[in-house]
């Protein structure tokens, strides 16, 4: 399958400070990419949608000035936590799917994954 | 609206026995259904996929799925289980009519773990 890479996979901050995360599609072209949030108890929250060249669209409830997202290339996503605070530490996941996502039903291929703590 | 629901938080299953990871979903129309895996610490992995075609879906690793239109159901399923198939399962659903969202809905996951 498609590879989905993500970068750093780990990353340890001060309060305040900024973070990006990197999502990468290796072998294939994304045009829609996902950002989840995953809790300790599991569960995924999808974070925002964003397709390559336009604004991501934000689930409800997401700080759009402090996650910021953005899809410059149809390889490259970029998440970036402004002015972090230790309740932004998680698990974060990119995921990212080929074709035209309205009437795809590819699966998804996920990045391993970013785990962000914030001191 | 699309939802889907994993009723079982966690599934014990003793090696070598059959496992069962539950799965129900709502859509208006006909679903797109898949099956995700996540390991410790690391991104999902795709499993497998109902579209369209046979009831019974094959995936990675031997399991399987069987999509159920009358009790909207997708239950991932596997004959004989491996402690190595301990990981966290997730399903999720698409609805692709014209009212649905492209954005899949992922269930909560559910905790296998298989004892040796």
């Known amino acids: 399958g498609a590879v989905v890479s993500q970068h750093p996979s780990r990353v340890i901050c001060k309060s305040g400070t900024s973070v990006k995360i990197e999502c990468r599609s290796l072998?294939?072209?994304?045009?829609?990419m996902f950002w989840y949030r995953q809790f300790p108890k599991k569960s995924l929250m999808l974070m925002a949608t964003?397709?390559?060249?336009?604004?991501?669209?934000?689930e409800q409830g997401v700080e759009k000035d402090k996650f910021l997202i953005n899809h410059a290339s149809l390889t490259l996503s970029t998440l970036t936590v402004t002015s972090a605070h230790p309740e932004d530490s998680s698990f974060y996941i990119c995921?990212?799917?080929?074709?035209?996502?309205?009437?795809?039903?590819?699966?998804?291929?996920f990045g391993p994954g970013t785990r962000l703590t914030v001191l | 609206a699309q939802s889907v629901a994993q009723p079982e938080d966690q599934v014990n299953v003793a090696e070598g026995n059959p496992l069962t990871v539950k799965c129900t979903y709502s859509?208006?129309?006909?679903?797109?259904l898949f099956w995700y895996v996540q390991y410790p610490n690391r991104g999902l992995q795709f499993l497998l996929k109902?579209?369209?075609?046979?009831?019974l879906v094959k995936g990675s690793y031997g399991f399987e799925a069987e999509f159920n239109k009358s009790q909207t159901s997708f239950h991932l399923k596997k004959p004989s289980a491996l402690v190595s198939d301990s990981a966290l399962y997730f399903c999720?659903?698409?609805?692709?009519?014209?009212?649905?969202?492209?954005?899949?809905?992922f269930g909560r996951g559910t905790s296998l773990i298989v004892h040796p």
């Open positions: 859509v208006s129309g006909n679903p797109y």
């Open positions: 999720a659903v698409r609805d692709p009519t014209s009212g649905g969202s492209y954005i899949p809905t």
């Open positions: 995921s990212a799917s080929g074709g035209l996502a309205e009437r795809s039903y590819n699966e998804q291929f």
């Open positions: 109902y579209i369209t075609g046979d009831n």
């Open positions: 964003s397709n390559e060249g336009s604004k991501a669209t934000y």
């Open positions: 072998d294939f072209q994304a045009t829609t």
